[in-house]
């Protein structure tokens, strides 16, 4: 069956550092993956996509890359602050019939201490 | 531009009892998709709505149904609660329903079976 698979458990670091967050997939070759960043209690906010096609997307602190072979991506936030603190969930498109409906992951949390 | 809402934020029901939960989508948007997160996983998609047509549908009961108004604004409403119901649910509105529309969320309105 298909499957996302991310760290259940919470990942913490200091303040500086690179976090780097797993997405890992199984049974499905998805045209893209889209990371989004959810905090306590609110909506899932939109981060960074990246297509099948695609090794390596960049925003800001913000990297994604996305591994067809190994069925893998990888979020990493370089120079974190505490408030990179929060859940972040991978998200692969197409798998629940089409389009853009999204299927996620269960979420990693990150939290970044002083 | 607004963006997405929900209404109540907040809801207790008893099991057996029925709920509606209200969404408006983001201005411009014609697609409404709904999605369950229940504490500590992901969020899990539904149904999705477009032109006021359901448009793909999830793995739930037919206890969960929903609508699409002419404005484009949804509804979700769940019969006959039970205590896995307890969730937070999400609404995202887009501008279409291709691969590539990105999914805007709205803040959620966490619902308690009890």
């Known amino acids: 069956s298909q499957k996302i698979e991310q760290n259940s458990e919470a990942l913490n670091i200091q303040e500086g550092k690179t976090a780097t967050l797993t997405c890992n997939y199984t049974n499905y070759s998805p045209a893209y993956l889209q990371w989004y960043r959810q905090d306590p209690g609110r909506g899932p906010v939109f981060l960074l996509l990246?297509?099948?096609?695609?090794k390596e997307k960049r925003k800001e602190r913000l990297k994604v890359t996305f591994d067809t072979t190994l069925k893998q991506s990888l979020f990493h936030i370089t120079a974190s602050q505490p408030a990179d603190s929060a859940t972040y969930l991978c998200?692969?498109?197409?798998?629940?019939?089409?389009?853009?409906?999204?299927?996620f992951g269960t979420g990693t949390q990150l939290k970044v201490e002083l | 531009e607004t963006g997405v809402t929900q209404s109540p934020t907040h809801l207790i029901k008893t099991r057996g009892q029925q709920v509606t939960l209200r969404c408006s989508s983001q201005?411009?948007?014609?697609?409404v998709s709904w999605y369950q997160q229940a504490l500590g996983q992901g969020p899990q998609f539904i149904f999705q709505?477009?032109?006021?047509?359901?448009?793909g549908r999830g793995n739930f009961p037919p206890r969960f149904s929903g609508l699409q108004f002419p404005n484009y604004s949804s509804e979700l409403n769940v019969n006959a609660l039970e205590l896995d119901d307890s969730a937070l649910y999400l609404c995202?509105?887009?501008?279409?329903?291709?691969?590539?529309?990105?999914?805007?969320f709205g803040p959620g309105t966490r619902l308690t079976v009890t």
């Open positions: 201005s411009g948007h014609n697609t």
């Open positions: 709505y477009y032109r006021e047509e359901e448009n």
């Open positions: 990246i297509r099948e096609n695609e």
């Open positions: 995202a509105s887009s501008l279409g329903t291709g691969q590539y529309y990105e999914q805007y």
């Open positions: 998200a692969l498109v197409g798998l629940t019939g089409g389009g853009n409906k999204l299927t």
